[in-house]
């Protein structure tokens, strides 16, 4: 696409939003002031870049509502992918002798971000100006991304004619930052994370993924309150900034864990760096607090996976830190990744877990979509690991994929599923449990054996509370065994759920070859499709296909009320995901249910 069409494609976007010349909106003008006082700046501006002016939808701190375009250090800003810094604009060749350097409003120093539509198109930006100059590696612009990131969101809800304006609450609650360290959270380094791999892939360059855990900190917030606990997070994240460079991302993911992106990384002094700003005593509310932390690192592109797995591969990194010795830093070795000895080693800790019952079902709520009530749980394993974490599945199962291990965990699950329902038709309660299963327990001589036994004291209506779920692949192993197995459950009582659906080879003859219940739509569809029309043209099918078999269709991964919304219309029957819960331990999980009341 040509130069010119491309300017004629955003000059529509522009247009298509529709706040050219509207009035002041408190939404706008609430970021625009939390940005200048943040940075404690002149000025900070929301810009619109039209044909050829420079618009302000909002301003703090300016007289004027436009300036010529070809005057605006704003147009040169939508010309990047990033952040664009000026320090010092009176010794800029590009900018010494603009009007706005020379007259009103006097600038000096100018950071901006590009803003884009829910198209992609750069409409305008987010800056800031100031008549001194400054330096800008001494400056962390986290929360300027973090604002801009929530400005495109309400353009998003803009183009969706569908903005709450009752919802809309100070930045520290919005779903992007982190309350306790201003920093970006999880959700937001998603974002920012896929632009560096974007960038790098285009400069060619590289980006060092640094996992952080504190090292000692439990006893810190056991020893000396929580307070003081919160204040050590709050001086971390502040010496973490000092520690790198203001391009560089710092995200709190939760707890005392935290996410470093580094890009171009040349030396490994860096690493110790950060590490060693750590060591400096804390003075804080009448305590000296020395603390240290233990960081895995891989490095893309030599480790070329996708933005999860690199995390995952760093955080794989930083328990081998912390084996070591702590207080150090431990780079990811992709080839020893799945040697047998590693897998040994977990195995041998995941054994030693089942026999200290140290594995426990979380329950995370499934909602019922045409009676609004809670309609039963899926239940998600946990590890309370020794060294007092939470541990996911995600860190431990793939570990023992295919062994004796799998098969006895399996095992447990079901036993511990089938103790959970006796619970309930106790206390007289409705729900039903599902659990997951792996391919090569569904597939294992003696699950069928095992199944019967455990369920033969129940009777056909207590049994089809309980759903197996299995993955689509689980047929690349055995079909035939696979679909056997299907009919032998449901002629025990147990209901069947495909889970992950749509991500397989053959999903379309998965479902008439196998006579599940359920087909559970996966996460990844979920979580795309407001902003990838193929997601939801995705499924949209898929619910229509399960209908069309007579299958219940379960959507997990929802995360707020516009998919919820999108999914009723589309006719799904159940949803579960972090918009109503997170997966609980029993007793909070059935408080919650007491509690829901659907809005």
């Known amino acids: 696409m040509t130069p010119k069409r491309q300017e004629q494609r955003r000059l529509h976007a522009l247009h298509e939003i529709g706040l050219l010349d509207t009035p002041p909106e408190e939404r706008f003008d609430r970021l625009t002031r939390i940005a200048k006082q943040h940075y404690q700046v002149n000025t900070t501006l929301f810009t619109l870049i039209d044909a050829k002016r420079q618009w302000f939808k909002s301003k703090q701190n300016l007289g004027m509502d436009a300036t010529p375009r070809r005057h605006a250090f704003c147009d040169h800003t939508i010309q990047q992918n990033s952040i664009y810094v000026v320090e010092d604009a009176a010794n800029d060749p590009l900018f010494h002798k603009n009007p706005l350097v020379t007259g009103t409003p006097f600038i000096r120093f100018y950071a901006g971000i590009p803003i884009r539509d829910p198209m992609g198109f750069k409409v305008g930006t987010l800056c800031l100006i100031d008549s001194a100059p400054r330096d800008a590696s001494r400056m962390d612009f986290s929360i300027l991304r973090s604002l801009a990131a929530i400005l495109e969101e309400e353009l998003e809800r803009e183009r969706l004619n569908a903005v709450d304006h009752e919802k809309k609450q100070w930045l520290h609650e919005a779903v992007n930052i982190d309350g306790l360290t201003g920093l970006p959270n999880r959700r937001l380094l998603s974002e920012l994370f896929q632009d560096e791999l974007n960038a790098t892939r285009h400069r060619r360059g590289s980006v060092s993924v640094c ?285 069947l759920s495909l889970d992950d659906f749509g991500t397989g080879y053959a999903s379309l003859s998965y479902l008439r070859k196998f006579s599940t219940n359920e087909i559970k739509i996966d996460r990844s569809f979920i979580l795309g499709m407001l902003d990838d029309p193929e997601d939801e043209m995705i499924v949209e099918a898929i619910v229509a296909l399960s209908k069309s078999f007579n299958r219940r269709v379960i959507a997990e991964g929802i995360e707020d009320r516009a998919t919820e919304e999108k999914l009723i219309a589309m006719g799904c029957d159940i949803g579960q995901g972090f918009l109503y819960s997170p997966a609980l331990p029993l007793d909070e999980a059935l408080d919650w249910a007491d509690c829901y009341a659907r809005p």
Request: proline share 3%.
């Open 211 to 495: 996992f952080l855990d504190l090292d000692g900190f439990k006893a810190i917030n056991d020893l000396q309150g929580h307070a003081v606990g919160d204040e050590v997070l709050r001086c971390v994240a502040d010496r973490l900034r000092s520690a790198v460079r203001h391009h560089d991302v710092i995200a709190r993911l939760s707890g005392d864990e935290f996410v470093i992106i580094l890009r171009d990384v040349e030396h490994p002094r860096t690493y110790r760096h950060i590490l060693d700003q750590l060591r400096h005593p804390m003075h804080l509310q009448g305590h000296v607090i020395e603390l240290s932390a233990s960081m895995g690192i891989t490095r893309f592109p030599s480790d070329n996976s996708d933005s999860d797995l690199l995390l995952r591969h760093a955080d794989q990194a930083m328990y081998t830190a912390k084996e070591t010795g702590k207080n150090c830093y431990h780079f990811f070795d992709l080839e020893s990744h799945h040697s047998q000895q590693e897998r040994f080693a977990i195995g041998e800790q995941v054994q030693h877990a089942l026999d200290n019952d140290q594995l426990e079902l979380f329950y995370q709520p499934q909602l019922h979509y045409k009676t609004g009530i809670v309609s039963g749980f899926e239940c998600l394993i946990r590890w309370h690991h020794p060294s007092g974490k939470l541990v996911y599945p995600g860190r431990f199962l793939p570990y023992i994929e295919h062994t004796k291990l799998d098969i006895e965990l399996g095992k447990q699950v079901i036993n511990q599923a089938v103790s959970t329902l006796e619970t309930f038709q106790v206390r007289d309660l409705p729900y039903t449990i599902s659990i997951n299963l792996s391919p090569s327990h569904f597939l294992n001589d003696e699950f069928l054996d095992h199944l019967n036994n455990t369920l033969s004291r129940y009777d056909m209506a207590f049994r089809k509370r309980l759903t197996l779920e299995i993955l689509e692949s689980t047929a690349l192993d055995d079909a035939g065994l696979a679909a056997s197995n299907i009919k032998a459950c449901q002629a025990l009582g147990v209901q």
